[in-house]
């Protein structure tokens, strides 16, 4: 516990008495929350073990619309630190050599909400005398302070629509900081990839291939530790969710520096291509996959959208079919379940400590109920039959209408007071 990166601890807070008895707190062992997937592989006959280890951090954690942005300390909302790992042996574990490469996800670096309220996507908010200049500042520094290196931030939201206010002041605050380790690099996946015409992406690749080559990767050898190298540079990239177009992108990343570290370890010769070798290329994707899914599970409550692509390498219209189950399931439990999900998260990780004498009246409120809103969503139902009784059994188109009418109604007020009918958070408010 005592060389554990306290930001990806996520029993420190509950293990807190036994760790601070000297005798017990060497028993407690840090469990971190994320993802690891590790696959033996073979590649010209040399034999290694390929690694994603994926952990999450316990500052501003929490469920998918409750937790965006940065707080006042300058931590992201659903930062998750991956690292790809290749373990070579080179046939005897006294010859092993590591290398490694790290990559940062992690919510804009900026002031700025998107709570839900009903609607498909409701609409992300900026307060106008919020500081997005210390936010934005605060957080890279930190960035700076732990890793090193140069950082390139990686933006995918839109150029328009809802998304384009925060990915714009994000690039405005950018160019005010002018902060000489700091690259921007922005890239409208869904006006570039639309269509399913997603070869664009190596527009992106273009872009970045230069620095992914530069930053390079970390190295160590037990037989010659003193030729030991080091990652240069990061590359932080988010989307809206930092899940869906995020996968995608971090997947093309490390994929290209994979080629450089079987190149380095004479896996591959140079000018080869993990593409050729189609077993460890459906490997490396499965994986990057599987990732990819544990991840957006935990922060939207289903698998990746897009994930057929980081399987197979192509968009298929099954694909898009599975995206849209799990899109209307993230709405349903984004809308319904998350507040409870949050408040489990901010007990387990003591953002929030319990009172005895300040309890809550009760943490699961069902959404059909008593008071005023439950009344609302309960004649909804009601007007709903009655539509399908008049119309199957009754045939009075005229009651139907009636009844139409009254529905269309209910659903507007449930719609315009949509946050009323939330699941919402109720032991922390951010």
Known sequence: MERADERFVWNR???????????????????????????????????????????????????????RGVNSDGHSANYVETEQIVQFDRGSPENRTLTSFVQIRGSIPLYWCQYPNLRWQPMPTMKPNDHQLDAYTKHMKMQRDIYGGKHVIVNLVNQKGREKRIGGELERIIVQANLDYVRYNGFDFHKECHAMNWDRLSVLQDQLTHEIGTFGFFFSSLNNLDQSRMQTGYFRTN???????????????????????????????????????????????????????????????TGALKADFTRIGKRTYGGAMNDGVNALTRYFKNNFYDGY?????????????????????????????????????????????????????????????????????????????GEEFVNQPKLKVD
């Open 13 to 67: 807070y509950l293990s807190s008495q036994l760790i601070a008895d000297g005798r017990l707190g060497k028993y407690v062992l840090p469990i971190m929350h994320g993802f690891v997937g590790i696959r033996r592989a073979a590649v010209n006959g040399s034999t290694f073990q390929l690694a994603i280890i994926s952990r999450r951090s316990v500052h501003r954690a929490g469920v998918r619309f409750f937790m």
């Open 239 to 301: 989307c809206m969710d930092c899940l869906d177009r995020t996968n995608v992108v971090q997947a093309m990343i490390a994929k290209e520096s994979l080629l450089q570290q079987l190149v380095f370890l004479e896996i591959l010769p140079m000018g080869a291509s993990i593409d050729s070798h189609t077993e460890f290329h459906s490997l490396f994707k499965n994986l990057w996959a599987d990732n990819g899914d544990e991840c957006s599970k935990q922060y939207a409550g």
């Open 341 to 417: 999900r949050q408040d489990a998260i901010d007990l387990f990780l003591g953002n929030f400590r319990v009172d005895s004498n300040k309890l809550p009246d009760g943490l699961e409120q069902s959404i059909i109920n008593f008071d005023f809103n439950g009344v609302a969503i309960l004649f909804a139902i009601f007007a709903a039959a009655m539509i399908i009784l008049c119309l199957i059994i009754a045939e009075n188109y005229t009651v139907s209408l009636f009844w139409l009418v009254v529905l269309a109604l209910l659903m507007s007020f449930i719609v315009l007071n």
